[in-house]
């Protein structure tokens, strides 16, 4: 298990993103961190030439800014000029508009890193849910890698961008800060306990936020899941009249997301509006002390009262940023902590395995799989063998354990005991991503792309030629089917296929998988669901192929494997019977037999 999959869960979600920002961004991250730096002492110059354009301007500075005017005017003579208030304004504006050209590059570092995080979260979540165990995946739903992917990493984003904010503002705060304390020392230190007060007050409003934060984000994780759901389950809905109850699900669920960013907003605007009158009541006391107990003059007032309050509306911007950074950071967190589950999960592999073939026979010795540790084997015990260049097929009743052996032997999941062996050699880890890259493979509810024909073949080999898509198409027989299409091959599908028939989405399912040029094909109840004459199309199809590849035909119903090689019944997890079609009607009292006669089929 890697460091990040071993990361505590109780790791605080904000502690969490900066570091993982920090880490993503690399030298970015630093940069624009130092641009804020930049940015910040760019305005305090400027503010400091405040002095002497009071001064210019016949405003007293008195005792407690004459080094700061010192200063600036010793900067000027070292420039080999004079203070003059046309020459301080120009110096002004030049500061100015440096400040603004840096803030300016600022904002597009900080937007563009903001996007590369976002798009970071997203690509490293998707990479590690593909090399996730299939036992994870099927045991994770779906909805959930969506929601992650989406909203997850758009909220995660935002709260980076909220963090990079609170970083500016701090940086700001502090050298007004440091003016600040340089005219008068005690009254600022008092300022600063009087921020830090404020800050304390309004401490509970960032807790309250976060919590709601995370509220929210389990909240649109269960919006998505029915959401998916319902749109999967439509057709369902409809025919069992139940679209209003749907309805009302999923209207309170998108009521619970609403209410959760709504008490958000609240905390939000609370935060904003005790903020501005605590600044308001901490400013006022400011000025009693300048005028009536410092007795400062003037331009030292006016200059504290600049610093002061925009020292203030920095601490008040501050806390709001980060609220929104606690707001935000549990989806971070959220999306981290499905990312460690797909990395704890993912499959074994060995670098620079040899290409898999398929020479002699795939074969299973004694294997048995179970889903769950200790659980019930859907496998138990099991041997057989698919030649290269013949047809298997494996019958038996539901929950025969069919669709399990599928993926064992498609190496979509690893046997619990026992082990598969392709040409004598152990079917390992290393060599699991070549030998399905070998597969050919047709499940018994086709998944097409809402794409056109061409883009749903060249899924399965990019590389394709023309003269190949329509080689596959003939082999499927789906050819004419495709030639009928308003624009043949540039035809778009529609969602799942759905402007073709059953029988035709399971030929253009096969000539993908025929596309690949596999060395074995798997037909996985390919035409259970078939009426009978595309049953017969897609059989013929299949008979086609024999010596050309091994195919291994899994089926409930039994006359889609008449002519295969070899039959080996399966029941309750084991291999019950082995044979040709003939040798297995001929059996008295046998397994396959009775499978026969309970579906109408003369085994003879």
């Not at 760019?42 to 007293?60: H, I, K, N």
């Not at 046309?86 to 110096?91: A, S, T």
């Not at 059989?539 to 409930?556: K, S």
């Not at 889609?560 to 039959?567: E, K, L």
Request: proline share 4%; net charge neutral.
């Amino acid at each position: 298990m890697s460091d990040e999959a071993a990361r505590p869960e109780g790791d605080d979600p904000v502690r969490g993103l900066l570091r993982d920002a920090s880490r993503a961004g690399g030298g970015r991250f630093s940069g624009v961190v130092a641009l804020s730096l930049l940015a910040s002492l760019l305005e305090g110059a400027g503010v400091l030439l405040l002095v002497p354009l009071l001064a210019l301007a016949g405003v007293a500075t008195g005792d407690a800014l004459d080094p700061f005017a010192r200063a600036v005017g010793a900067a000027l003579e070292a420039a080999g000029l004079r203070a003059t208030l046309v020459l301080v304004l120009v110096v002004y504006g030049v500061l100015v508009s440096a400040r603004v050209l840096v803030e300016r590059r600022h904002a597009t570092a900080s937007a563009d890193l903001q996007a590369e995080f976002t798009a970071g979260l997203r690509k490293r979540l998707h990479a590690a849910l593909s090399s996730a165990d299939w036992r994870f995946r099927t045991r994770t739903r779906a909805s959930d890698f969506v929601h992650a992917l989406t909203l997850g990493a758009d909220h995660a984003g935002a709260a980076l961008g909220s963090l990079l904010h609170v970083a500016s503002e701090a940086l700001l705060a502090a050298v007004y800060l440091a003016l600040a304390a340089a005219v008068a020392p005690l009254l600022t230190t008092g300022a600063v306990v009087a921020a830090a007060i404020l800050l304390a007050l309004l401490r509970g409003r960032v807790r309250a936020a976060r919590d709601g934060g995370e509220q929210v984000s389990a909240a649109t994780a269960a919006y998505y899941a029915a959401m998916t759901e319902h749109l999967a389950g439509a057709r369902l809905a409809r025919a069992f009249g139940n679209e209003a109850r749907h309805a009302r699900e999923f209207g309170a669920l998108a009521d619970r997301v609403a209410d959760g960013e709504r008490e958000l907003l609240r905390q939000g605007s609370a935060t904003r509006a005790w903020s501005e009158i605590g600044t308001a009541a901490a400013l006022a006391v400011l000025v009693v002390v300048c005028v009536e107990g410092l007795a400062l003059p003037p331009a030292a007032i006016l200059l504290l009262l600049f610093l002061y309050a925009r020292t203030f509306r920095r601490a008040a911007s501050l806390l709001q940023g980060w609220q929104n950074v606690a707001g935000y950071a549990p989806a971070h967190a959220a999306l981290e902590r499905l990312r460690r589950e797909c990395v704890s999960a993912a499959e074994s592999a060995a670098p620079g395995a040899a290409p898999a073939s398929l020479r002699t026979e795939v074969r299973l010795e004694a294997v048995s799989f179970a889903y769950a540790p200790g659980g019930p084997d859907a496998l138990r015990g099991v041997d057989l063998a698919v030649p290269a260049g013949k047809t298997t097929a494996v019958v038996g009743p539901s929950g025969a354990g069919k669709s399990t052996l599928v993926d064992v032997v498609a190496g979509l999941v690893a046997p619990t005991a026992g082990r598969v062996v392709v040409d004598g050699e152990p079917l390992g880890p290393e060599r699991l991503q070549s030998w399905r890259e070998g597969l050919g493979y047709v499940p018994q509810e086709p998944f097409l792309f809402h794409d056109t024909v061409r883009a749903n073949l060249l899924w399965a080999r990019p590389a394709a030629t023309e003269a190949e898509l329509e080689e596959a198409l003939r082999a499927a027989d789906a050819l004419e089917v495709v030639r009928g299409l308003p624009k043949g091959l540039d035809t778009v599908l529609g969602d799942r296929g759905a402007t073709l028939s059953g029988g035709e989405r399971q030929r253009i399912a096969l000539a993908r998988a025929l596309v690949r040029k596999p060395f074995l094909l798997v037909l996985d109840e390919a035409t259970s669901s078939l009426d009978g004459e595309s049953e017969g199309r897609i059989q013929r199809a299949v008979d086609a192929l024999h010596g050309r590849c091994a195919i291994l035909v899994v089926a409930h119903r039994l006359s889609t494997v008449r002519g295969a090689d070899r039959i080996h019944v399966l029941d309750g997890g084991r291999v019950v019977e082995s044979g040709t079609w003939a040798e297995l009607a001929a059996r008295e009292g046998g397994r396959f037999r009775a499978l026969a006669e309970a579906q109408g089929i003369a085994a003879r």
